[in-house]
Nanobody, 122 residues
């Protein structure tokens, strides 16, 4: 129901744009988010965007560098990642349908896509 794409290898300071395509039922009316799991670490919140009001949350580590957006007509959300750092290296996954109010809690999402690997070289 969610298909993430856009990962790859990039040098530090470079940019990538991730996309997450969803079925209309999964996307419409739902908060969507990105999480990442660095090698050997726990999954962590990256960014989210709400359906109602379009409110956006970012992890402190990506504020000012990453931008989340959504195209409701295409049932797709995007994560534009600029000024990438080696510590941004991770498997990035998209999630949808928040069950509750905490957008940063991975357990609060009903739907998940497969991950896409982002590798930032120094």
């Amino acid at each position: 129901q969610l298909q993430a794409s856009g990962g790859g290898l990039v040098q530090a300071g470079g940019s990538l744009r991730l996309s997450c395509a969803a079925s209309g039922r999964t996307f419409n009316g739902n908060t969507v988010a990105w999480f990442r799991q660095p090698p050997g670490k726990e999954r962590e919140f990256v960014a989210s965007i709400r359906w109602i009001g379009g409110g956006i949350d970012y992890a402190d580590s990506v504020k000012g560098r990453f931008t989340i957006s959504r195209d409701n007509a295409k049932a797709t959300n995007y994560l534009q990642m600029n000024s990438l750092k080696p510590e941004d290296t991770a498997v990035y996954s998209c999630a949808a349908r928040l069950l509750g109010s905490d957008t940063t809690n991975p357990r609060a999402y009903a739907y998940w896509g497969q991950g896409t690997l982002v590798t930032v070289s120094s």
